[in-house]
């Protein structure tokens, strides 16, 4: 038995590595490979080019601090009206502009869809049928929307919060 023990520890490497991931040495990215932002997340390939986003990139040149001139414009009674006609040129949208379209876009068909395969109610109270009745109409349960409805408040509520 110590015949084993001792050959074990001769044969095992000088430093224990348990649940420690192993160190592998990486080729530096060649300095061809730029980027405008020192901003980095894990470990780039040299042959994959990570476009940089609008969101990551703008980060180092907003304001952090708000001034006297800043705080009188963003208190101001027509704040609301520029707001929303900025609403294009947010940099919240500009970042989420893609999902916004895909989620309007699958919204718009579904409305579409169910207003042509089980009939609608138009702005002046009268039901209409439905156009095409021999196929379904898309639905979902309510279930996970009961379900996730306090969770949901509470988020839009820190939404809100960030906002006023």
């Known amino acids: 038995m110590r015949l084993s023990t001792v050959l074990l520890l001769a044969l095992s490497p000088l430093q224990a590595n348990a649940f420690a991931p192993q160190q592998v040495a990486t080729p530096l990215v060649s300095a ?63 970042s989420l502009a893609k999902e916004v379209v895909a989620t309007t876009a699958v919204a718009t068909f579904i409305v579409v869809w169910n207003a042509l395969t089980g009939g609608y109610t138009g702005l002046d109270g009268v039901q209409h049928d439905a156009v095409i009745s021999v196929l379904p109409m898309l639905t979902l349960p309510l279930t996970p929307f ?19």
């Open 32 to 94: 061809a490979v730029e980027s405008s932002s020192a901003l980095q997340m894990g470990p780039p390939t040299p042959d994959i080019v990570l476009a940089e986003t609008y969101g990551e990139g703008s980060r180092k040149y907003r304001r952090t601090v708000y001034t006297h001139n800043e705080w009188v414009k963003h208190r101001s009674s027509d704040r609301f009206v520029r707001n929303l006609s900025s609403i294009f040129n947010s940099g919240v949208y500009k």
């Open 146 to 164: 009961t379900l996730l409805s306090p969770s949901l408040g509470l988020l839009l509520g820190e939404f809100q919060s960030l906002f006023t």
